[in-house]
């Protein structure tokens, strides 16, 4: 997971599951390009966001089941890469607090169900 403009390895990422129903896409696109607009403004290093396509259901817990999927759902797996844990606690502060964020519609997704953490890299390895 290096930084593609640095070399750097992140010094720290936040991962998001959530499911979004599958015929607000498009919004939810239009939504997670905003906000990883802001995100990068307020110093991360890195968004990406991701469709689910192969996530198998599994026979103890699965994706689907940690975010209570429901039909015509798809799971959505999304990292921000931070050069740093109090870039990361500022750049969330500001994204919270900018008004730009206020949410026009509602968002395309159960925020109930959506999890999310931040993580410190503990391996990192590429070819």
Avoid: C
Avoid at 50 to 56: A, F, H, K, R, S
Avoid at 84 to 100: H, I, V, Y
């Amino acid at each position: 997971m290096l930084d593609e403009g640095t070399g750097a390895t992140p010094g720290y990422v936040d991962g998001i599951v959530l499911a979004v129903p599958e015929d607000r896409k498009d919004d939810y696109l239009a939504l997670a390009r905003k906000t990883a607009g802001l995100f990068q403004e307020f110093g991360a290093t890195r968004v990406v966001e991701t469709w689910g396509e192969d996530v198998p259901d599994g026979q103890v817990t699965d994706y689907h089941r940690a975010v209570l999927r429901k039909d015509g759902e798809r799971v959505v797996y999304s990292w921000i890469e931070w050069p740093d844990k109090a870039t990361r606690d500022a750049g969330w502060q500001k994204l919270m607090s900018d008004e730009r964020m206020q949410s026009e519609g509602g968002m395309p997704f159960d925020g109930q169900r959506m999890m999310w953490g931040g993580f410190a890299p503990i391996i990192d390895e590429r070819n």
